[in-house]
């Protein structure tokens, strides 16, 4: 199994860039697919971002795509989500995730997912 620990978080302006940051250890991260979901206060979690296990592909939530980048370095077991143009409406708790098996109509849901990390709070004022 992985354990995954998110770090990066904090408070910013409307507008601003974050990049937050997954650090595995355990077993090997490049065995696994990995996730980024969030969870704002009264809502469900909801996906924000996938990519495989090297890198071939990624997935978007549509809320994001064009302002969030994914990415990773297998070689030092870390994940990344490199966030720009911040609003409001992105204010949430982070989670960094991590699947064995992942399919293209999978990638989105929050079960498909094994091992989860505790969170890194995102605040972005207006």
């Known amino acids: 199994q992985v354990q995954l620990v998110e770090s990066g978080g904090g408070l910013v302006q409307a507008g601003d860039s974050l990049r937050l940051s997954c650090a595995g250890s355990g077993r090997t991260l490049s065995t696994y697919v990995m996730g980024w979901f969030r969870q704002a206060p009264g809502k469900e979690r909801e996906f924000v971002a996938a990519?495989?296990?090297?890198?071939?592909?990624?997935y978007y939530a549509d809320s994001v795509k064009g302002r969030f980048t994914i990415s990773r370095d297998n070689a030092e077991s870390t994940g990344y989500l490199q966030m720009n143009s911040l609003r409001p409406e992105d204010t949430a708790v982070y989670y960094c995730?991590?699947?064995?098996?992942?399919?293209?109509?999978?990638?989105?849901?929050?079960?498909?997912?094994?091992?989860w990390g505790q969170g890194t709070q995102v605040t972005v004022s207006s």
């Open positions: 995730a991590a699947a064995l098996f992942v399919s293209s109509v999978t990638y989105y849901t929050r079960g498909t997912y094994n091992y």
């Open positions: 990519i495989s296990k090297t890198s071939s592909y990624t």
